[in-house]
């Protein structure tokens, strides 16, 4: 029985391998095929899943594949858009009356910016600027400074910083009118002759001669007025202050600034119309500085236009009443005017 057994067995896989001989090998292209027909299939007819190996090579590809019915995206159309607009707003209209009364500025009649620097510069410098002072060679006295050595013992001396005392009589004297102020300028320059020479300087017939190291130290102190300091600016560096005549005179005085033309009016040996005029020029000039920069900037300019703010504050009134006379009138009690004399300004 058990050789029966084994032989049945033997002759079951001789006759299987023989039908799995007879079968056809699947070709790897057909089953590519099935896989294409299989995923992407007609759109009328359905999918064929062939259910054993006979059908699978029985498949054949068609001649004209069916392709699936693609719809096209219609083309958008861009509509041109008008540009937008924004709403303005009326303005409410307004009726305005004309009226017949027509309202008169007062023109300004201060001077440009450029000139009114010209104005507050120093004595020195203007002087010089119209070749009326020449600046001597002379060793500097302060190291490191860029200002040229004439210039440094000047300022040495001559200074406004820190701020000298100011005595009543210097701002009643540029409070007046032209033709008070001549009359009382003689008694303030002998005043002021008197003080320097108490302290060593020598003068001979109202001229400037010398000053001793006692002088120079008594004018460099704050408790000197301005007034006397820059009369004896005047007489030490004055002596080149000169006129051909009246005319070119004339034309120099508007050069200068309220500085240099106090020192013309110190000058006691010019000519009498040529120190009024430049008085005159000079109380017509701080006005017009007192309009261009602010009190606190005025206090520390040159002398005398660092007495603008005291002058202002002891009488206003006079103080632009007295730049606008334009002759040597003497003022009565009553009020009316005597003798006048034009001058040039």
Request: hydrophobic content about 35%; proline content about 8%; some cysteine.
């Amino acid at each position: 029985m058990i050789t029966i057994g084994i032989m049945g067995t033997v002759l079951y896989c001789i006759v299987r391998d023989r039908n799995n001989a007879d079968l056809p090998k699947a070709n790897p292209s057909n089953c590519q095929l099935q896989k294409i027909v299989v995923v992407s299939p007609a759109a009328t007819s359905p999918a064929i899943v062939p259910t054993s190996p006979a059908t699978m090579a029985t498949v054949s590809t068609p001649m004209n594949p069916t392709k699936s019915p693609t719809v096209e995206t219609p083309k958008r159309e861009v509509e041109k858009k008008a540009p937008e607009t924004t709403p303005t707003s009326m303005a409410p209209t307004t009726l305005t009356t004309v009226s017949n009364v027509v309202k008169t500025q007062k023109p300004d009649v201060s001077p440009p910016y450029d000139a009114a620097q010209k104005m507050i510069e120093d004595a020195a410098r203007s002087l010089n600027r119209n070749k009326l002072l020449r600046f001597a060679g002379m060793m500097p006295c302060e190291t490191g400074s860029r200002l040229d050595p004439f210039l440094q013992h000047v300022f040495r001396n001559y200074n406004t910083s820190p701020r000298r005392h100011i005595d009543d009589d210097e701002v009643t004297f540029f409070l007046t009118f032209v033709s008070e102020a001549w009359r009382a300028a003689p008694a303030l320059l002998k005043r002021a002759r008197q003080e320097l020479c108490c302290h060593g300087a020598v003068y001979e017939r109202k001229k400037w001669r010398s000053f001793n190291e006692v002088t120079r130290h008594y004018i460099r102190q704050p408790t000197t007025p301005g007034f006397i300091a820059w009369f004896a600016f005047s007489g030490e560096h004055g002596h080149q202050i000169t006129f051909k005549d009246n005319a070119s005179a004339k034309q120099i005085l508007k050069k200068l600034s309220v500085p240099a033309l106090l020192t013309v009016f110190f000058k006691e040996n010019l000519s009498k119309k040529i120190r009024r005029s430049a008085y005159a020029h000079l109380r017509t000039c701080l006005p017009q500085i007192s309009k261009h920069y602010p009190e606190i900037q005025v206090r520390g300019m040159p002398y005398p236009i660092c007495l603008i703010p005291e002058m202002k504050k002891k009488n206003l009134v006079m103080f632009y009443d007295a730049a606008n006379d334009q002759t040597f009138s003497t003022r009565r009690s009553d009020g009316s005017s005597g003798a006048t004399a034009m001058i040039y300004v």
